[in-house]
């Protein structure tokens, strides 16, 4: 994959220039805006503060683990069906990534864009998961696929971002994908809330996992405690 139009380090681009709000995610005023405080599950702070502090570990695993070509930009809006088969659409950021990370794109961002209930997410990340290694033993890969699943818990990171650009903007109007119509604020909070909580989630498997797969502990160590 060396190709000069594609992409490489994708992710550590992507997290890093996402910005927007990282200061507030240490002020607790910020955490007490009605729509975080009301629609944010009891924990959620803790558990973002954290994952934003190992934020390099977190990044410096997934460059490690098994390599891909990787489409990097894996949702729904950018998959037509028809049928039996499908078509992955908009390919400007393919390129070098993780084995499993498009997976661990595609997931969150079917709720984080309302596709999908938060509800729903962890039975479809479960079949979704089994479905991605069935693609991959259909291909001849004998891999261990406890580094998959290590891609997909650690690409947890790719939305450290996301927690401080909700706390930056709870007062704001909110508006839906490319800006086309409004949405209602508490369900955009709760579901996002939700989701985050459970790549918290991902993120906690992937501190547990990491160590056992021959990289070293996370800053915050395994459990936190």
């Known amino acids: 994959m060396d190709r000069p139009w594609l992409s490489h380090r994708f992710l550590r681009e992507y ?4 910005l927007l709000g990282q200061e507030l995610l240490d ?7 009605p729509l975080v405080r009301d629609h944010f599950p009891p924990g959620l702070r803790r558990d973002m503060v954290r994952l934003h502090h190992d934020r390099e570990w977190f990044l410096q695993v997934m ?3 098994p390599r891909a070509f990787c489409h990097l930009d894996m949702w729904p809006a950018n998959v037509r069906s028809d049928g039996p088969d499908s078509v992955a659409l908009d390919w400007a950021f393919a390129g070098d990534g993780a084995l499993g990370e498009d997976l661990g794109n595609h997931l969150p961002d079917s709720v984080f864009d309302l596709f999908l209930p938060a509800a729903r997410l962890p039975e479809y990340a479960d079949r979704a998961y ?3 290694l069935h693609g991959l033993r259909s291909t001849g890969w004998r891999g261990d696929e406890q580094f998959v ?3 997909v818990c650690a690409s947890a990171v790719k939305y450290d971002w996301l ?3 909700m706390l930056a903007r ?3 109007e909110q508006l839906d994908y490319g800006g086309a119509r409004t949405v209602s604020a508490e369900l955009r909070y709760r579901e996002r809330g939700l989701t985050l909580a459970f790549l918290a989630e991902w993120a906690s498997k992937a501190r547990e996992l990491a160590p056992r797969l021959g990289f070293p502990a996370a800053p915050s ?5």
Do not use: I
């Not at 002020?27 to 805006?33: G, H, I, L, V, Y």
């Not at 160590?221 to 405690?225: E, I, N, P």
């Open 130 to 132: 089994d479905a991605y």
């Open 15 to 18: 997290v890093g220039t996402n």
């Open 170 to 172: 709870a007062s704001e």
């Open 221 to 225: 160590g395994r459990t936190g405690t």
């Open 163 to 165: 927690t401080a650009l």
């Open 149 to 151: 699943r290590l891609a």
């Open 63 to 65: 460059e490690t683990l």
């Open 27 to 33: 002020d607790d005023e910020a955490w007490q805006q």
